[in-house]
């Protein structure tokens, strides 16, 4: 989608990624890279440090021991989860959101259940890197905040359509023959230089089947936890309306409507555990 790159490209007030995860970003494809590297990274962020050790230290990770470190948080964690930490932190701060029709902390807060679905149905599936999970889950609609801020007249013309209708934003956009939102977050993740595998999740978590081989897996796993969110009505995404799981997600993830109670009890628990990035949305703008 050329023309959507342009847009994007010209944004110059876009958030840019922080010199700290972009510097992480480098040490993870770096394979001399240490712990200790990572750690003097971000002690020069002590703001992003502290976030990153109260997260560490919240139920939602489970350690039975305080983690006081840096360095022994990414011994344990590994640079890819502390990246994504760093990422989450920096992204509930990046965009002003307070403006939102839906709201701020709706929006919010159905991202992080996505984000939390995603990582339970990553961990049942058996995946590696189900972190990647977690972050492309809370990011999968981060589009939408960019539609708002940048391109509000696509955006407003979408959300009218939605009302009117009674459709999903995703039904709406395209009715509207508009930007999608899981374009425009992708294009915003390359922007940032970010795996493809995450910018795969934003691209793909409507239409998994689409998804390169490599990453079909994890786009599914971000629309099934998208659409099951949804269903235990937790935040909101701009609309009100549950999609239908598509069967090649249900396929790739070896799912049965009959694992569905389950699953529904796995990803309340974990929300109820998520306290910790809630408090972070807290104390972001809005």
């Given at each position: 989608m050329p023309e959507l790159e342009k847009v994007i490209g010209r944004i110059d007030s876009l958030p840019t990624l922080p010199t700290v995860v972009a510097r992480i970003n480098q040490l993870i494809d770096d394979?001399?890279?240490?712990?200790?590297?990572?750690?003097?990274?971000?002690?020069?962020?002590?703001?992003?440090?502290?976030?990153?050790?109260?997260?560490?230290?919240?139920?939602?990770?489970?350690?039975?021991?305080?983690?006081?470190?840096?360095?022994?948080?990414?011994?344990?964690?590994?640079?890819?989860?502390?990246?994504?930490?760093?990422?989450?932190?920096?992204?509930?701060?990046?965009?002003?959101?307070?403006?939102?029709?839906?709201?701020?902390?709706?929006?919010?807060?159905?991202?992080?259940?996505v984000g939390v679905a995603a990582d339970a149905l990553a961990v049942r599936a058996g995946m590696p890197l189900s972190d990647d999970a977690f972050v492309g889950g809370l990011?999968?609609?981060?589009?939408?905040?960019?539609?708002?801020?940048?391109?509000?007249?696509?955006?407003?013309?979408?959300?009218?359509?939605?009302?009117?209708e009674d459709i999903t934003f995703l039904e709406a956009e395209i009715a509207e023959g508009r930007p999608g939102h899981a374009e425009v977050g992708a294009l915003l993740m390359e922007n940032w230089k970010l795996p493809e595998r995450l910018v795969a999740i934003l691209r793909y978590h409507h239409r998994p089947a689409e998804a390169p081989d490599a990453h079909r897996q994890i786009a599914a796993v971000a629309h099934v936890a998208d659409v099951l969110t949804r269903a235990i009505m937790v935040g909101s995404g701009g609309d009100g309306k549950i999609p239908v799981v598509a069967e090649a997600a249900w396929a790739a993830l070896k799912l049965t409507e009959a694992d569905l109670p389950e699953l529904l009890g796995d990803i309340s628990t974990e929300i109820n555990k998520a306290g910790a990035y809630m408090e972070l949305i807290a104390a972001a703008k809005g």
């Open positions: 394979p001399t890279a240490s712990a200790g590297d990572i750690n003097e990274v971000i002690s020069h962020d002590l703001a992003l440090s502290a976030k990153i050790l109260k997260l560490v230290n919240s139920a939602f990770y489970g350690f039975p021991r305080r983690i006081s470190s840096m360095t022994h948080a990414v011994v344990i964690l590994g640079f890819n989860t502390v990246r994504n930490i760093a990422l989450s932190a920096f992204v509930f701060d990046a965009f002003d959101t307070r403006a939102l029709p839906f709201g701020h902390r709706n929006f919010w807060i159905h991202s992080v259940g990011l999968h609609d981060v589009g939408k905040v960019v539609m708002h801020q940048y391109l509000a007249a696509d955006f407003a013309a979408v959300l009218a359509r939605v009302g009117r």
